[in-house]
């Protein structure tokens, strides 16, 4: 039924576009180099057709802008730590925070880190920006409604500040080593594996010299000062100070929903007879989209997929003969050191070395300038320090390398031909860490685990460490250290940020340490199981696939419920035979899924925590994690012990589903209470009319984070929060039949029809043609602009 609605509606969407006419526009461009052609297609993706790879990179920042500048110009005012120009005095602490991740180190050493081009296409893709925001402030363009309700202006942009801003990448482990160390402080090592389970199975020790109670519950304010996304609630505040830091619990919950699916089916198992490669990068879900899905095309440079709208290029996608997609390998990258100080020196190897300090100056909208400064130990940014106890921490990160710029090593990509070249760029990848899945037009597949690797001779990167010079890293993994799979066996590939890293002997995963944090294997599992049993995959089985909505965990939490006797209590009973006569599907029409995910994620921990005697700090922390460990946990207690803290923990959540949805059972389906609405964060400060014209949504949707379609909740509302925003599905070789789909749209305009076109469609697991050739693209235009030079 479901692929008829999703076929109903695709028809819907083709039938309402096909007779439009195409609309033309002439633009004369500053900064342009030769005439070019910008096709804007039905979906809002737009292709461009320019005469030099220079000016496809400079019409893609110059479209960017088009589409994106609001966003896109946060980005980078939030990267540089430059909000409180534009917004006032309340982000003078978020702005010094981002500042400390900024990358201060060689920039030559920084270009050379990518591909030989990627120095061309910042520049360009900086100059088509700054060229968009010369027409907005001439008049020619409008200005978006976003900057008229911050009485602030769009700035130009400097192609260098593109890559020193780190931290918009997805890097750990230091949130988890924090909580790890409150956890064991309170409750002992025991303690955390109700946290957090680790894998390899792995022996969790005290670093030698550490005290875990030094370590404050604060210390990492400003990381999650600089990493988190704007609000704007501060524009009514004097001070940032009004709006304190998330707490880590939350910040460990919200980081955990950021992962994704990818995977490659080999010629052998694909009923085109070609390979098929399939992503769905998992983030924060919202309007507008994360990412942008383009396409350009020059001499010497053919490229097509999604990416962060304000870098230049694509993050996954195809060239025409190399497709390329990627999830995050879960790569311990950061390391807290603990400093003993006096004043703003600390003891390393006997002696005190002192900290380097930046003064810096911060430009307040309305007020005189800021100084500030920022101190760093040799490791890396000071991130708290306690004059009083003579102590400080300061974060080593695999950001203070040359190289790593997030999603920037796809550059490598772009040009890549083969396996050596996907090698290539594999060995050369920074951040964030992933895994990279691989196809070309020869038959050939493949994954490879990328991501810069620190070295750590004597420990494992699980908690801080004493920064007294006992524990540094040495050097890195070297090229080709990672684990790698060319043509596999079983003639697919797929990854789902679960621990999959080869075991003995075929790969040294104790000696290396690659980590040991993973995401539950749940949605692993469950696609394992279908491509196991799909001998010949086609593009509809990938996207059936990648909105499947069976959660293998919650079968498993089922199984463990089916080990009680019925309660009774009738509320009780009647749950436990809807949950014990369900398959784990997560669909919007179910009871049982309502009930379980309210159960396993809001409830079950908290008693867990209380059966296994932790005390009060410990369960506050507990409670940041997947049920994934609680259900190993309560697979491992008898009957006793399980069966109370399953009924007790079941019976709140029953409470909780009544006070929400009333008394009759029957209707608590989880499409009733499990909606995607979108509401960007800067309609806080909008008139109704105009919040309500920016917000997408409601419409209900399937699946949890458990489930391939990943669909993960806030706890206050079950409303969805992160997921696949964009999804593609790549036919390799016959490129225009690959399929994609950017919810709510490419646009960030509300005003625009490309704003929210692509959500009811997303949705309901629906696609859109990512049409590659000249003649399919010319065949689904919408809009076609003509672009000259400016004299």
């Not at 608590?668 to 964060?681: D, I, Q």
Request: with cysteine; aromatic share 8%; net charge neutral.
């Amino acid at each position: 039924m479901m692929r008829g609605v999703i076929g109903g509606l695709m028809l819907a969407l083709l039938a309402s576009t096909a007779a439009a006419e195409v609309r033309q526009e002439t633009r004369a461009v500053q900064g342009l180099r030769a005439p070019a052609e910008l096709i804007v297609d039905r979906w809002g993706i737009p292709h461009i057709y320019a005469k030099s790879s220079r000016d496809a990179f400079f019409l893609q920042g110059y479209n960017a802008a088009r589409d994106r500048l609001w966003q896109i110009d946060l980005w980078r005012k939030r990267g540089l730590g430059r909000l409180s120009a534009s917004l006032g005095p309340a982000y003078v602490a978020q702005d010094r925070a981002a500042r400390l991740f900024l990358y201060r180190g060689d920039m030559a050493a920084e270009w050379a880190a990518y591909d030989p081009g990627g120095k061309e296409a910042v520049e360009s893709f900086a100059a088509g920006v700054n060229a968009y925001v010369a027409e907005v402030r001439a008049g020619k363009r409008p200005l978006p409604v976003e900057f008229k309700l911050t009485s602030s202006q769009p700035e130009d942009w400097k192609p260098q500040e593109i890559l020193q801003i780190r931290s918009h990448a997805l890097v750990s482990n230091v949130t988890s080593e924090v909580a790890r160390a409150r956890v064991v402080c309170a409750g002992g090592v025991e303690a955390d594996a109700l946290r957090r389970k680790l894998e390899p199975a792995h022996k969790l020790a005290v670093p030698k010299g550490l005290d875990p109670c030094d370590v404050p519950a604060n210390v990492l304010d400003d990381y999650t000062r600089a990493t988190e996304a704007v609000s704007f609630k501060l524009q009514t505040a004097k001070t940032a100070e009004a709006e304190a830091p998330k707490a880590l619990a939350q910040v460990i919950d919200e980081r955990a929903a950021e992962g994704s699916n990818n995977w490659v089916i080999s010629a052998a198992r694909s009923a085109t007879g070609r390979p098929i490669l399939a992503n769905d990068p998992h983030r924060p879900v919202g309007a507008p989209s994360l990412r942008y899905i383009a396409h350009l095309d020059a001499p010497g440079l053919s490229i097509i997929g999604a990416g962060e709208p304000a870098l230049p290029g694509v993050s996954f996608g195809h060239n025409g003969t190399t497709a390329f997609g990627l999830t995050i390998f879960y790569i311990d990258q950061e390391d807290l050191y603990v400093y003993e100080t006096q004043g703003n020196a600390y003891r390393y190897k006997g002696a005190w070395e002192p900290m380097t300090v930046v003064k810096d100056t911060i430009e307040v909208k309305g007020e005189a300038p800021r100084p500030v400064e920022l101190h760093y130990t040799r490791h890396g940014p000071v991130l708290a320090q306690d004059d009083a106890k003579g102590r400080a921490f300061a974060l080593r990160t695999i950001w203070n390398e040359p190289g790593l710029a997030g999603y920037f090593g796809s550059s490598r990509m772009w040009h890549a031909k083969g396996w050596d070249d996907f090698q290539t760029a594999r060995n050369k990848w920074g951040a964030p860490p992933l895994n990279l899945v691989y196809a070309d037009t020869k038959g050939e597949t493949g994954w490879s685990a990328a991501g810069r690797t620190p070295v750590r001779p004597n420990w494992d990167g699980l908690m801080p460490v004493p920064g007294d010079g006992s524990y540094e890293w040495k050097g890195f993994v070297e090229d080709g250290g990672l684990p790698v799979s060319r043509n596999p066996k079983a003639g697919y590939f797929a990854t789902a940020n679960a621990m999959n890293i080869p075991a003995e002997p075929a790969y040294p995963r104790e000696t290396r340490k690659l980590g040991f944090e993973w995401a539950d294997p749940t949605r692993t599992i469950r696609i394992h199981e279908v491509l196991d049993a799909l001998p010949k995959s086609t593009l509809a089985d990938s996207m059936a696939l990648q909105t499947d909505s069976v959660s293998p965990q919650a079968r498993r939490g089922v199984a463990l419920l089916r080990t009680l006797d019925s309660s009774p209590d009738p509320n009780i009973a009647r749950a436990l035979t809807v949950l014990k006569a369900w398959d784990g599907a997560e669909t919007t029409d179910s009871v049982a899924a309502t009930i379980y995910e309210t159960w396993a994620v809001k409830h079950l921990g908290a008693y867990a925590v209380l059966a296994a005697k932790q005390p009060a700090p410990v369960r506050k922390l507990i409670g940041a994690s997947s049920p994934d460990p609680i259900l190993t946990w309560l697979e491992a207690q008898p009957p006793a012990v399980r069966n109370p803290v399953m009924i007790s923990s079941l019976a709140d959540a029953l409470s909780e589903l009544r006070g929400r949805l009333g008394s009759d059972m029957t209707t608590w389906t989880w499409g009733r209470v499990h909606p995607a609405r979108f509401v960007p964060a800067i309609a806080t400060l909008a008139d109704p009319q105009l919040a309500a014209q920016m917000s997408v949504g409601p419409l209900p949707v399937p699946g949890s984070s458990s489930t391939p379609r990943a669909a993960t909740w806030k706890a206050e509302d079950f409303t969805q929060i992160a997921g696949a925003s964009v999804r593609l599905v790549m036919d390799v070789g016959a490129w225009d039949n690959s399929m994609a789909i950017n919810t709510p749209g490419q646009s960030g305009d509300p005003a625009s029809p490309h704003y929210r076109d692509l959500f009811p469609l997303w949705a309901a697991g629906a696609y859109v043609p990512l049409r590659f050739s000249r003649a399919a693209v010319e065949a689904d235009a919408e809009t076609v602009m003509t672009l000259t030079p400016a004299p």
